[in-house]
C-alpha cells in the first residue's frame, strides 16, 4: 500500500491561522503587535527570497517584520552592534539573522550576542546546549527541525523506542533534529559523509529524517516498510519541461519511496512551509515572554 502524505502546507496553514488567531486576541486585549526583526548580510539571492517570505507569512499573520539589510562587507562588530541594538528595542520580540553569513563573519559570535529570549530561531549557543543537556528547557528551538518533529508526532502514535535515522549532522537541521529525536525517546543514529553502509543503517530506521542536500539519494529498497520518512532536501534539479528550467526534488527518491514508507513528507510541500510556520509560533512565544 503506498505511504500516506504528510503534508506540510496543510498542517503549516493551521499553525499559521492558529498563530494568527492568538496575534489577533492579544492586540484586542490591549498588548503590542509581537515583532520580528531578521538581519540579511550580503545579496545572497536564495537568502533574499527565504528573508521575503518570512516578512510575508508575518505580515499574514499580524506580527510587525522589520527587515535590516548590511553589505557582504560589514564588519562583525557592525552585524554585532545592530545585534545589540535590537536586543534592546522593545518592539522587536525576535531577531533572525539569516545563514549563512558571508565568509569572514563569525557566526557563533553573532549569534551568541542576540538576547537569549529572542533567539526565535533557537541557534544562540545557549539554547542549543540545553537542547543537547539531559533536564534542560532551552527557550527556543530551531524552526526546521521543530517542524519535522511536529510532523512526526501528528503522524507516529508514539515516538518513544522508535529507531530513529537522521542523515546530515549539520548544525541548522541534522544535529538539532537528532538531539529532538533524543529527548522524544528516540533510539538515534546520526549519519554523515563518512558514514558507511548508509542503505544498511537506513533499514533499521522506524524514522527516517533525511537533511543532505543530494538530490533523491535515499532510494526506495534502502527504507523500512512502513516507516516514517521526513525529507528535508531542498535540491534543484535541471527540468527544461519547467517554465523555470528546474524542479525542485528532496533528499529521498520520493517515487520509489512512497511505495515502501508508512507515511512521506513530499519536495516541495512537505517540511520547507513549517519551517516558516514554527518561526512565527517562536515569534509569538517571545512576544508571550515580553509582554505576558
Ligand atoms: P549541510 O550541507 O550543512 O549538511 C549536509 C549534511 O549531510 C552534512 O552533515 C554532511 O556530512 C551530510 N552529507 C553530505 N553528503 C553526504 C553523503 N553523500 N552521505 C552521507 N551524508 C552526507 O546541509 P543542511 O543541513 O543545511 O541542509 C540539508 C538539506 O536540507 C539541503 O537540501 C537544504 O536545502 C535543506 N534545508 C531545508 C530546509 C527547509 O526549510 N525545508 C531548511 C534548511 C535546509 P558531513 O557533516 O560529514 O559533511
New binding site residues.
Partial sequence: MPASIINGSELAKQIRADVAKEVAERIQAGKPKPGLATILVGDDPASHDYVRSKHKACNEAGIESFGYELPATASQKEVQDLVKRLNDDPKVNGILVQLPLPKGLDEEGVLSAIRLEKDVDGFHPINIGRLAQKGREPLFVP??PA?CMVMLEKNLPKIEGKNAVV????????MPVALLLVRANATVTI?????TD?PGIIRQADILVA????PE?VRGDWIKPGAVVID????HVDDPTRPRGYRLV??VNYAEAVEVAGAITPVPG???P??IAMLLKSTLAAAKIANG
Avoid at 191 to 195: E, G, L, Q, V, Y
Avoid at 211 to 214: D, E, K, N, P, T
Avoid at 232 to 235: E, P, Q, R, Y
Fill in positions: 524552526c526546521t517542524g542523515l546530515g549532522r549539520s548544525n541548522i537541521v541534522g549519519c554523515h559523509s563518512k558514514s548508509l537533511a543532505v542536500g543530494r539519494m528535508v532536501g531542498i535540491n528532496g533528499d512537505g517540511v520547507g513549517m519551517t
